[in-house]
């Protein structure tokens, strides 16, 4: 299986509400990514978190990252219909390379 | 900056043809990864370069699939023959070299259809 599984596989909030997303993984890693992707584009490049921190905020994103239970979350405040999206985390173990998990398809009702 | 570049953007093509698929990486960016989308799979890493060598190919469904990269510019993704189990979408992604971060950034993909 992936390094990076995603939970849940859909979401469906209404507009205002938080959106919260959940990462699990297997092995150690340097640090964990997450990526948005709207339909039919390519995926863009949100927020990366170290192994060594534990909360970091951009705008409104707020990710979590617990490495004694090797699991991640995202959480979108304040979510807006253009937050619809598929999310993906991504791991890195050291070498350049990304493992991606499979994804959160993300639906915010206006 | 224009960003990664994938052509062409739409492929159609009959099962047992060559396709080439090409990815311009952004510039002065070290790594270049191509990856394959399906509903069923999800993304999964083919193979990646470094200062155009080709690092890990370990992705790479099988012979029938190549990538070469010439130069720092430019890559490309060959499949042949092509059979519509190929069919998905292809993205090629770029990695500045330096720095702590690998944040990779997208081209738009190549939507590959194999009749």
Known sequence: SQQGEEDPQALSIQEGENATM??????????LQWYRQNSGRGLVHLILIRSNEREKHSGRLRVTLDTSKKSSSLL???????????????TATGRRALTFGSGTRLQVQP | DAGVIQSPRHEVTEMGQEVTLRCKPISGHDYLFWYRQTMMRGLELLIYFNNNVPIDDSGMPEDRFSAKMPNASFST?????SEPRDSAVYFCASSPGTGESNEQFFGPGTRLTVL
């Open chain 1, 22 to 31: 959940n990462c699990s993984y297997k092995t150690s890693i340097n640090n």
């Open chain 2, 77 to 81: 993704l060959k499949i042949q023959p």
């Open chain 1, 76 to 90: 979108i405040t304040a979510s807006r219909a253009a937050d619809t999206a598929s999310y993906f985390c991504a």
